[in-house]
């Protein structure tokens, strides 16, 4: 594309993250921030894996994505999409951030009722409330 001078958007970049590598996937985000100003859902969904999957949840936290993320999070619940023990930590952190320990407190009620195991990185989450 590059060679050809088309210049890709939020939908290529949304298609490209989840083909990276994690270092290679750290120089996408980086150009994706330099061309857009706010990041749309299916982009910032896409960051929020590549860096969650990585077990970086500092920078899965600081990819712009406070509102959307939790928003992506409530849908995540009523379309039934699969979930695992990062997606909770990343809410939970965001949740914490915001000092919403109500929110915090279903996450955590809704993580227990799962069974889904207390690793470190949602223990963690749990004990910056």
């Known amino acids: 594309m590059r060679c050809c001078s088309i210049k890709p958007d939020n939908y290529t970049y949304s298609i490209v993250l989840p ?5 290679f996937g750290k120089q996408v ?4 921030v330099k061309v857009f100003s706010l990041l749309d ?3 910032g969904t896409n960051l ?3 860096y ?5 949840m500092d920078s899965a936290k600081n ?3 406070g509102d959307v993320g939790i928003e992506l999070f409530r849908q995540i619940g009523i379309e039934e999409v ?4 990062y997606t909770y930590a990343i809410v939970l952190n965001e949740f914490a951030y915001r000092s919403q320990v109500f929110e915090a407190m279903q996450v955590h009620s809704l993580i227990l009722q799962c069974g889904i195991c ?8 749990l004990l910056s409330l």
């Open 29 to 32: 985000y980086a150009e994706v």
């Open 118 to 125: 207390l690793d470190r990185f949602i223990s963690n989450s």
């Open 63 to 65: 990819c712009g994505m």
């Open 52 to 56: 969650s999957g990585a077990k970086d």
């Open 41 to 43: 859902e299916f982009l």
């Open 48 to 50: 929020l894996r590549m």
């Open 19 to 23: 083909s990276c590598d994690f270092e």
């Open 82 to 85: 699969i979930t695992n023990d």
